[in-house]
């Protein structure tokens, strides 16, 4: 009988659940700043192939805002992370120094918790086809999904790319926590690009510089956590007493139940990190 598979897509947790078993100087190297009103900004870099493997992540640096969850009556507060996410956007901006980028909304606008990428593409400046000159010309993408299209959203991907030749790509897409705690309230940035749906077991194929040959910065938020994982929780051992039970519950994932306002609001914040940091005005 296996262990219980944690499901994530954040290398946070994917670290948590590891820890023990990893080098803190060799393996996996983390730091944390705390900022204004409780906002967390973490930093894991997964600087081994021992740790790739145990966190079933790919190798390279991994950021996690982590925050309370925001509504309508906390405006400012949505401001306040949507600052932290453009600091950090401009950090990897400025080390990559690009002038043109493209950017990808991942997910099914037709399903709430998977529209994150959709939504945020609707708040995006994007200036390619316009002859002022801008800092990084943005152009974007909603190529949605298989399902929809017949194609993998890497072939879509690749073939923009490689007509429209950006010199980065920045992906948004909706994730997979393994605390429910994190839901809607956690932003994770990464240089290591993504597989779309790998955190709800759908495997498609990565879009990473790799296969497409530029730079690929992932933004995304966990709007779903698997049910086995809050079941678990709950009623302590329920994969070791209910084995059929357990993987049963493996087509299940929970979302909260203010999804929809929390898709639109987090596409707002989102978007206004991105709109800042290539709009070249420093966020101090």
Known sequence: MGEMEIRTDLAL???????????????????????LQGIKVSTVEIASEKAQKL????????????GKPVTEQEES????????????????????????????GLGNRMVTPDALGPRTLDYLDINRHLDEEYPITVS?????????TGMETAEIVQGIV??????????????????????GC??????????????VGNHRNAINKETLGVHVISI????????????SDAVGDFHGKHEERYEELSRWFV?????????????????????HAFSGNKTS
């Open 55 to 66: 966190m079933g992540k790919p190798m390279g640096t991994y950021v996690t805002i982590e």
């Open 13 to 35: 947790e994917s670290r948590e659940g590891v820890a023990s078993s990893l080098d803190v100087k060799r393996d996996v190297i983390c730091s944390s700043v705390e900022k």
């Open 220 to 231: 995304g938020v966990p709007t779903v956590i698997d049910a086995r994982t809050i079941v």
């Open 162 to 183: 490689k007509e429209t030749k950006p010199e980065l790509v920045v992906v948004v897409d909706a994730l997979a926590a393994r605390n429910a705690k994190r839901l």
């Open 255 to 275: 979302t909260p139940k203010d999804i929809d306002e929390s898709i639109q609001l987090l596409s707002r914040i989102l978007a206004d990190g991105i709109n």
């Open 140 to 148: 974007a993408i909603v190529p949605g999904v298989m399902a929809q």
């Open 77 to 104: 507060y949505g401001e306040l992370l949507s600052k932290e996410l453009s600091l950090v956007l401009e950090k990897l901006l400025t080390k990559y120094k690009v002038s043109s980028a493209l950017v990808v």
């Open 186 to 199: 956690t932003i994770q940035l990464s240089d290591t690009g993504i597989c779309p749906g790998s955190g």
